[in-house]
Structures are given as structure tokens and as C-alpha cells.
């Protein structure tokens, strides 16, 4: 199971990627649980404690790592053919949810296309979990796609493209959605968050049918989020809520959507 959450910031995406790497975790399943948002809170979400999360150096600022795998003899010249099955053993950091988290850190460059040194390690390490590894993996996103190049995002089984009901945050999400269909994911849906009310829920399910996104589901407002949120508390504590129960519906549906995968992988290494 190799799941992208991508949604306008705020909208609850890192709540929803902790919520469906936990209840993974919890049935058994070894879950990777990966932070790709240039604004890392996933750790926290998980249960990893504020200083902990404060140490945790991201794959792209793992500047020897970085010349190791990509370093020649020639100035100006990257290797971009490495292995990276390492950086998994090396990186990822088990977490009171269940999950191995890694956080991959932010690349500026100028071009999505930059093969720059840093961008490439990730890419790389992307392609290996999400291609060749057997774990379930969970992808935490920022607004884009940049991460992903074409071939591993065909081997994303689905994109959930998180929303609440305001007009900006649907206006991101079909933005998102279009990109991820253009990228070659197989299946894109949508996710409303923090509906209050039939309104919202008829505003949500009228959006994605005019731009023809499948829904699937959403997820109620809950108080308990908000309070959670207010005190820091990761995503444990809000066990048996409603927002919880909808998030573990919903994982057990991507799993049955998404059974059968048909990109080629090896087995765990």
C-alpha cells in the first residue's frame, strides 16, 4: 500500500497521513510514514516528542550522506545511479504510533527538473520505498508533486487530496489533483475534512463531481482535533473519536481500492 496525502497547508493532511500510518501500524502492517512538507510536523503527530523531533536532521541536509552517494572525481559532476537501501536503515526513526518515520527535508532549486545532488538522493530514496520495498508507505506532501518523478509516481496507488470547504482550499485541491492525473498516479480522490454540516458536505460532494474527482469520504469536525492541535498532543490521543473512527474507515477502504498494485518490487531489503 503506497499512498500520497497531498492538500493546501492547514487543511489537516499531516493529521490524516498519521492517522492512516497508525492504523496500519496498529493492525500489524510495517508502515513507513514519510514527511515531505517543507513545514515538518509528522513526527510530532506520530508521538515523537518536541526535542526529539527538534534533532531529527532531514535526509536533504544529510550533507556527507549527500557526497557519498552522489560525489565524483569530477568538479561540477554528480553520480545520479546509487543505492539507497542503507539510507533506510540509517534514517528511519521508529515512533510511539507503530510507524518508522523518515523526514526528507525541503530542496530549493531553481527548475522542478534540477538534478541537483540533494534532489536527486530523494527522488532516489522515493523511487526505492515507494517502488521497491514491500513496507506500506505513507507520503506526507506539500502542495506539489515535485518529489515524485513520473515512474514513481505511477507506482503511488493513490493520491488523497485533502480539502475543508472553503472555496481556497477546493481551488488547491483541483490544482493538486489535476497535476497528480497529469503525473501518471492511477487514482486520485478527494477527502473533505472538518465538515460541520450537510451544507459543507453538499459543497465538498458538488465540487469533485464538477471536477470530476471521486470522493472518498470525509471527515467530521472534531473538537477533539482542535483540542489536540492547542496542546500538542500527537495523534494517539485521539483514539476512538469521531475524526479517528472516520480516518481508520477510510484507511481499510484505500486498502481494498488500492490491493494489487501492479508495479514491480523487490522484496524488503
Known amino acids: ?28 502492517r510495517m508502515t513507513i510514514a514519510i514527511d515531505a512538507d517543507p513545514s515538518p510536523n509528522l513526527a510530532l503527530a506520530l508521538g515523537i516528542l518536541q526535542q526529539e523531533s527538534d534533532a531529527i536532521v532531514p535526509v536533504s541536509e544529510q550533507d556527507e550522506w549527500i557526497k557519498k552517494k552522489t ?18 536503515r540509517e534514517f528511519a526513526v521508529p515512533t510511539p ?15 522542478a527538473g534540477c538534478t541537483c545532488p540533494a534532489n536527486s ?15 506500506a508507505v505513507v507520503l506526507d506532501m506539500e502542495a506539489g508533486i515535485e518529489h515524485l518523478g513520473r515512474g514513481t509516481a505511477e507506482c503511488v496507488e493513490m493520491m488523497i487530496v485533502v480539502s ?3 472555496r481556497q482550499s477546493l481551488a488547491v485541491a483541483g490544482t493538486i489533483a489535476r497535476m497528480a492525473q497529469g503525473a501518471g ?22 465540487f469533485a463531481e464538477k471536477n470530476s474527482i471521486p470522493m472518498l469520504g470525509v ?24 475524526a479517528f473512527l472516520a480516518i481508520e474507515e477510510i484507511t481499510w477502504t484505500v486498502a481494498q481500492v488500492v490491493s494489487g498494485n501492479t508495479c514491480s518490487r523487490g522484496g524488503m531489503t
Open 1 to 28: 500500500m503506497k499512498i500520497a496525502i497531498a492538500g493546501k497547508g492547514g487543511v489537516g493532511k499531516t493529521l490524516v497521513a498519521s492517522g492512516i500510518a497508525w492504523t496500519l501500524a496498529r493492525a500489524g
Open 71 to 88: 560525489g565524483t572525481a569530477f568538479p561540477g559532476v554528480y553520480n545520479l545511479n546509487f543505492s539507497v537501501a542503507d539510507l533506510v
Open 97 to 111: 504510533a507503530g510507524a518508522h518515520l523518515l523526514v526528507m527535508g525541503t530542496v530549493r532549486s531553481m527548475g
Open 121 to 135: 538522493l530523494i527522488r532516489n530514496l522515493l523511487r526505492h520505498l515507494i517502488v521497491d520495498r514491500s513496507e
Open 164 to 166: 475543508d470547504a472553503n
Open 185 to 206: 498516479i492511477p487514482r486520485v480522490m478527494l477527502l473533505g475534512n472538518r465538515i460541520r454540516n450537510e451544507q459543507e458536505y453538499g459543497m465538498i460532494s458538488a
Open 219 to 242: 471527515i467530521p469536525y472534531d473538537p477533539a482535533v482542535s483540542g489536540a492541535g492547542l496542546s500538542g498532543e500527537p495523534v494517539l490521543s485521539l483514539d476512538g473519536t469521531p
